[in-house]
């Protein structure tokens, strides 16, 4: 079991692909279609359709996350710490916490 409780390991990435390429199909879809029915309900309606490429967008990008092995925030900093240092440039003194 991983730590979300769900029996899957590792291969979470791929549910997030896989609601990532939903919503981007969804969105295209919504997009092509153009503007049916009331006019009065058009920014809602665009609204609809900007939200979903923006999760699209989201959703990618936690996968993208998820299968480089990123999953916590402490991850990711040891990440930008070894790019900075492998860059040469000194590391930032850490903020202490009071």
Do not use: Y
Not at 7 to 15: I, K, L
Not at 69 to 76: A, F
Not at 87 to 92: A, D, F, H, T, V
């Amino acid at each position: 079991m991983d730590k979300f409780g769900g029996g899957f390991g590792d291969r979470t990435h791929w549910w997030w692909a896989l609601a990532s390429g939903a919503q981007l199909g969804w969105g295209i879809c919504s997009f092509m279609k153009g503007c049916a029915g009331d006019s009065h309900l058009m920014p809602f309606k665009a609204f609809a359709v900007a939200s979903l490429f923006v999760g699209a967008g989201a959703s990618a990008s936690v996968a993208g996350l998820q299968a480089s092995g990123i999953h916590k925030v402490e991850d990711l900093l040891e990440v930008g710490a070894s790019i900075r240092t492998s860059l040469g440039i000194p590391s930032r003194p850490q903020a202490q916490n009071k």
